[in-house]
């Protein structure tokens, strides 16, 4: 019989997805381990906020389980929800279980405690591919009606595996954040067949972003979970230029696409248009007729978008902090958004990456910073490098959808994750702005991130968090004041550990100063919530990360 | 948002059990965590709920549910997100259901 994996509850999809009766949970319910930020806007918080974590048998074989519960808050990482993912991590390198499963529900982020959201999520990516190093396999399992999008979508293609329902959603922005933003003629968010056939497991599962394509029911789930059991697929050098490799010719092959049935029909489906009425079963044997498109090394790497008019250089704040940090003994220059180059520290080159002009991440920008950090692991073992962030945050269109910016960012995040394996001290210095998911994948996924005390950090605007929350502007206003979760600015991601310090000093010297100090002294392990505890700001993560991680 | 408390005396007590929790707490729903509260004799009900106001209701839909299942020795924690009285119900007699099961007695 089947049972509908969107229509159970988190609880229900663990104890038919286990083997019967052998979940253990962490944290359970009765622990009463909840969001301590909920309260003060006068929204009830869940025993377990919205994340059941634990230990269980699948065929027989020990695994790691969390699932999310769309139901509450749109299943958004905050604070306490963060940390059980990122202990549950930690537990797996101790366990060692044949695999850590994640059954992926959520909108991303929690607005309500926005900036303990965005930090968890990035020690969640952190954690995860540590487990992936241990030579443990991550397996997401979507199937949720919430779908999952934001920087959980950047944490799905972290995994090695993904398996989705044809019922289930897997992209960076919502359909209604894009439409919000460019209009609906840019994306229509009530047009729910154009929203799944971008989003959706079909078109995921034809273009590769998922490896499994599944009936909406928890016994398939299973089976699929079952097969991908002790395999992994480890994160070298090698394996990050095939995907670079991948996303590249994507880009090539696709990037002129304007809806997910040209796309199918370039891959070779003769019969796009009926892609939505097959049943899984049938797609899956057509897709296992396709021949793989050739993906040229280089092809679709150079098209970055030309700048803006407005971006012509004049009031960007790049050149100036580079003189002052590196006394003009630097390379950089900018294409489009893109920053690049080396720059020379007393007698130490840098690889420099980053972006400027406010630039909106999108595929390209992600693939171009991507290139960078891949060809500095690969020819000048050892060089530290310097993320400049200054974004705007995800560039929120259609095409990217379509095409999987999620795929692509997190292929960033991962190239990253890879040059600090390799030896490469990686700092992350916002200079100017860096909001929402354009962060996570650069600066907060750095060893440790910095910020000059004149840059702004922030997931989104009081006011418009007030429309998303309902919550009135004015509380929102007052409660900032005292509590660092929600509101922008540096010194709120300094008080909770997402920021290790401000480069502060008018003199050339100070900034360099500062520099070197990052440069020999950051840590390479995640320190971040230890940091948001020590400074007040994220009282319960480091707990319950500590809690969870010794379970 | 809104805190209430009530306390119902005379039912049957069940032994000790595994906690239990059913239910979500999303717009127009509610999650209810059942635990043992050893020889107390009583049926507490600790309730937070974002809507204000209701407290009348709120107990004489806990007071029907403790005349349905007359439970002892245990404590209700309710997370309610605006449930209507016929939601509240349900996942009542839900908790019951599985606390019965969980503590052995028959369903």
New interface residues.
Partial sequence: MNRSFAEASARERIAHLLDAGSFREILGPAERVMSPHLAQLDTPAAFDDGVAIGRGLLQGQPVLVAAQEGGFMGGGVGEVHGAKLVGLFKLALSDRPQAVLVLAESGGVRLHEANAGLIGISEVMRALLDVRHAGIPVLMLIGGAKGCFGGMGLVARCADHVVMSDLARLAMSGPEVIESSHGVEEFDSKDLALVWRTTGGKHRFLTGDCDVLVEDDIGAFRAAAGAALGRTRPVTLESLADEHALLAGRLAHFGECHDAREIWSRLGLANAAQVTELDTAALRALKSTLVPSPSPASAGETNLHTPSPTSAGGAASWPLLLDRLFAGQHSVHHEGELLRGTAQIQGRTLAIVGTTDHAAIGVELALAQARVVLDTVRNHPGRPLLLLVDTQGQRLRHRDELLGINRYMAHLGCCIELARRSGHRVIGLVYDQALSGGFITSGLIADACYALPEAQIRVMRLPAMARVTKIDEKRLEALSLSNPVFAPGVQNYVAMGGVRALWHGDLQGDLQAELLMALDHTPIIDERARDGAARGGRQLAAQVIARVAAA | ?ETLHFQFTGGRTLGSFA?V?VG???SG?L?V?I?PQPASGLCSVAI???ATGFGAIWAAVLRDFHERHGLADVAL?I???GATPAVVSLRLDQAAAQLNTAAGGRP
């Fill in positions: 948002m906690p929790l979500v707490v999303g729903n999650e965590l635990e937070t709920t974002s924690s997370h309610d997100m």
